[in-house]
């Protein structure tokens, strides 16, 4: 069974800071999915990552990708406040299907 | 345009009623999903529609029914729900079946229905 794990689960920043979020995966998989909600909304996608080595950057966040490593990162560069949310990785399910498999989440809180 | 609409917003049924959710997207996508979520947890995939067929079903219980009836339309079907059921229910589209896998594609989701089951 496919199993997608990210931390810290949890993660409150002072405005201004840098921090990396984890996301761990257990099958093999070279593509991999950055999502945000806000609470009570739905999802934005963020970042699609395709291969290998994939960097991808959208202002204060920079999303990475290991597939040998089965890890991606998700940077936030400079916290400000607008950045708080839950942001959760996803992987394709190895049965090759139109599955997303969604990590734990993790719930972002900046504070001044 | 790239909306995904979901009606109602919010929704208290009992349990012993009938309702649907209707879920819309004019992007021209061949993929459609219902996703259920619950406070604090990611979302679990229901179903998927590809090219308007039934391709995955999560093993859902019966009595969530889903239904497309043309490319742009997805409804799910409820009936006899229990108090668990109650979570923020997700539509999603995607371009093609098969671009998550094999091409460039991501999901679109919608704003969702919160519902609540007495």
């Known amino acids: 069974e496919l199993k997608v794990e990210q931390n810290p689960l949890f993660l409150s920043m002072q405005e201004g800071k840098n921090y990396t979020i984890y996301c761990n995966y257990s099958t093999t998989s070279d593509r991999l999915y950055w999502y945000r909600q806000d609470p009570g909304k739905s999802l934005e996608s963020l970042f699609v990552l395709l291969s290998n080595g994939a960097v991808k950057q959208e202002g204060r966040l920079m999303a990475s990708l290991d597939t040998k490593a089965r890890l991606s990162t998700l940077h936030i560069t400079a916290a400000v406040h607008d950045l708080s949310a839950t942001y959760f990785c996803?992987?394709?399910?190895?049965?090759?299907?139109?599955?997303?498999?969604f990590g734990t989440g993790t719930r972002l809180q900046v504070f001044p | 345009d790239t909306e995904v609409t979901q009606t109602p917003k919010h929704l208290v049924m009992g349990m012993t009623n009938k309702k649907s959710l209707k879920c819309e997207q004019h992007m021209g996508h061949r993929a459609m999903y219902w996703y259920k979520q619950k406070a604090k947890k990611p979302p679990e995939l229901m179903f998927v529609y590809s090219y308007e067929k039934l391709s995955i079903n999560e093993s859902v219980p019966s009595r969530f029914s889903p239904e497309c009836p043309n490319s742009s339309l997805l409804n799910l079907h409820l009936h006899a729900l229990q108090p668990e059921d109650s979570a923020l229910y997700l539509c999603a589209s995607s371009q093609l079946p098969g671009g998550l896998v094999y091409g460039t594609d991501t999901q679109y989701f919608g704003p969702g229905t919160r519902l609540t089951v007495l």
């Open positions: 996803a992987v394709v399910a190895y049965d090759n299907t139109d599955k997303l498999i």
